[in-house]
């Protein structure tokens, strides 16, 4: 049997899962040049059969994210996974995630997270996603369907530039975002291998629908992108219905 995911040879992909009662085990591996990797994970089913809970560990040993057409530039991922998912038929997930020795690199440089701890909410009317780590942090959650953020956003941003705008809040929904980065040798020239500097100092947006009201803050001190150097870079919005 021959398996290929963007030009990669995945053949050597094993899964083997086994149900016993009410619990649940699977594996899956594969050893192949771009994704190397194994996965261990067993959970039970509980008695309604309207969810299923795992405890799961993986270990990454080798992951091209370029190769596998992931990312336009040389990344690679290594590490071990420890973490919790439960899903719900009610199409709701739950997920908490540590990993240890969690390291990218390209040809030039690499970088080993100290701690690297993620959990989250998704579901199909509200997301929650909390990153806490030594180089980035992350907290975001809103009720608004994933599939209507960016439609939403768009729609929001044109009413404050048009009068006849056909926006209208939607009562009880809202939007919180907050962004750390006390260590930027993760992005530049890293994941972003045209980023040679940043310092952020602040970077947050929120939004409730119910006073129509929209807040974004970042302060970013310095940034250095490809051929463009910046200093004091401050963006401070604040909107009240369709007044900016």
Do not use: C
């Not at 309207?50 to 530039?73: E, I, N, P």
């Not at 009720?143 to 006849?164: H, Q």
Request: glycine content about 6%.
């Amino acid at each position: 049997t021959e398996l290929k995911f963007n030009g990669q040879d995945l053949s050597s992909l094993a899964l083997n899962a086994r149900v016993s009662g009410d619990s649940v085990f699977i594996q899956a591996s594969t050893a192949a040049k771009a994704l190397k990797l194994s996965l261990d994970a067993r959970g039970k089913w509980p008695g309604t059969a309207d969810s299923l809970a795992l405890a799961l560990r993986m270990k990454l040993d080798t992951v091209h994210l370029m190769d596998l057409g992931l990312m336009d530039h040389k990344l690679d991922v290594r590490g071990d996974i420890v973490g919790r998912a439960a899903f719900y038929t009610t199409g709701i997930g739950y997920f908490a995630m540590n990993a240890t020795g969690l390291r990218l690199s390209n040809d030039k440089k690499a970088f080993r997270f100290k701690s690297f701890n993620v959990a989250g909410r998704l579901g199909a009317d509200s997301s929650a996603i909390t990153l806490n780590s030594d180089a980035v942090t992350l907290a975001y959650r809103t009720n608004v369907a994933v599939d209507m953020i960016l439609p939403r956003t768009e729609e929001e941003i044109a009413s404050y530039f048009k009068t006849d705008t056909t926006f209208h809040p939607t009562p009880g929904k809202y939007m919180d975002l907050a962004i750390t980065l006390p260590n930027s040798d993760v992005l530049t020239g890293l994941v972003l291998p045209d980023l040679h500097a940043i310092a952020l100092k602040n970077f947050t947006g929120h939004y409730d629908s119910d006073a129509d009201e929209l807040k974004v803050n970042i302060d970013i001190p310095e940034l250095d992108y490809d051929s463009i150097a910046v200093t004091n870079l401050a963006v401070n919005v604040n909107a009240k219905g369709n007044a900016l």
